[in-house]
């Protein structure tokens, strides 16, 4: 079975560029979360959907991201316009209805310079 | 203000030795408490959980412990094994209407030596 697939693996994109990461949930789980790993904040939480609709999205730093989840099998983590202290890794994680077991995707490099 | 502290940013131990990871959290919500274990350029994948209706659960060399009262827990590993070398997350849920959000501590890199 395929995991959370993300894309692209890796980005390098230069400062006030528009960036876009792209999500593939397995299929049949029911929410979807975006993380950002940074090696000052760790894991944080970004936004995540249930059922496609936005829970929580608290997490978001500032208005240059947003996400959409139009149907249930896709994502998107969009930044515009991009700044270096946006680079990070930026994970893509799923999780079945009821459960409490989330299943991460590779992530996304970026680097913005 | 983080609800899940990993005071520890790492932890060396000798192979065939127990490692003993902590975590520690704030939030009285949580009932749900998971490790993840990292690998350089691959993303978390779920290692052990454990309830909080329980104060202890075991996988082969896996073990994780529950304190409430102190809001505190415990991942140990034994024996520790050089493969275990990875980042490992402690993560936590509170029950919520519309699905849950793991909140993850920082991490603490285990690096076991041969």
Known sequence: ?113 | DQQVKQNSPSLSVQEGRISILNCDYTNSMFDYFLWYKKYPAEGPTFLISISSIKDKNEDGRFTVFLNKSAKHLSLHIVPSQPGDSAVYFCAASAPNQAGTALIFGKGTTLSVSS
Not at chain 1, 75 to 97: G, H, N, W
């Open chain 1, 1 to 113: 079975d395929a995991g959370v697939i993300q894309s692209p693996r890796h980005e390098v994109t230069e400062m006030g560029q528009e960036v876009t990461l792209r999500c593939k949930p397995i299929s049949g789980h029911n929410s979807l979360f975006w993380y950002r790993q940074t090696m000052m904040r760790g894991l944080e939480l970004l936004i995540y959907f249930n059922n496609n609709v936005p829970i929580d999205d608290s997490g978001m730093p500032e208005d240059r991201f947003s996400a959409k989840m139009p149907n249930a099998s896709f994502s998107t983590l969009k930044i515009q316009p991009s700044e270096p202290r946006d680079s990070a890794v930026y994970f893509c994680a799923s999780k079945r209805q009821g459960g409490n077991t989330i299943y991460f995707g590779e992530g996304s490099w970026l680097t913005v310079v």
